[in-house]
Nanobody, 114 residues
Framework: VQLQASGGGLVQAGESLRLSCTAS????????MGWYRQTPGHQRERVAT???????HYPPSLRGRFTISRDNAKNTVYLDMINLEPEDTAVYSC?????????WGQGTQVTVSS
């Protein structure tokens, strides 16, 4: 599975941003896709997961501001982020997993200015 991420950028606090992650290769056996984020000196944090059955998972702190969705025809998942805060500044990386094997896209920088 290969993943191509896009959509990062610089926004002001309170604005919104959409990240995209397109999968190619053996996509029909993907169990889940989602996003992690990481800032220097901090532990990587999973911010959204979308399972193949449509189930979504978010950390409680982000629920309501982050929404993951997918377009099956495009093999693409989206992460819609609203009311962004400077604390959301991080490198966001998309992943796909087949059972316990994880595949990663390149990170995309999201910077939120105050």
């Amino acid at each position: 599975v290969q993943l191509q991420a896009s959509g990062g950028g610089l926004v002001q606090a309170g604005e919104s941003l959409r990240l995209s992650c397109t999968a190619s290769g053996t996509t029909d056996i993907i169990d889940g896709m989602g996003w992690y984020r990481q800032t220097p000196g901090h532990q990587r944090e999973r911010v959204a997961t979308l399972m193949s059955d449509g189930t979504t998972h978010y950390p409680p702190s982000l629920r309501g501001r982050f929404t993951i969705s997918r377009d099956n025809a495009k093999n693409t998942v989206y992460l819609d982020m609203i009311n962004l805060e400077p604390e959301d500044t991080a490198v966001y990386s998309c992943f796909a997993n087949i059972l316990t094997r994880y595949f990663w896209g390149q990170g995309t920088q999201v910077t939120v200015s105050s």
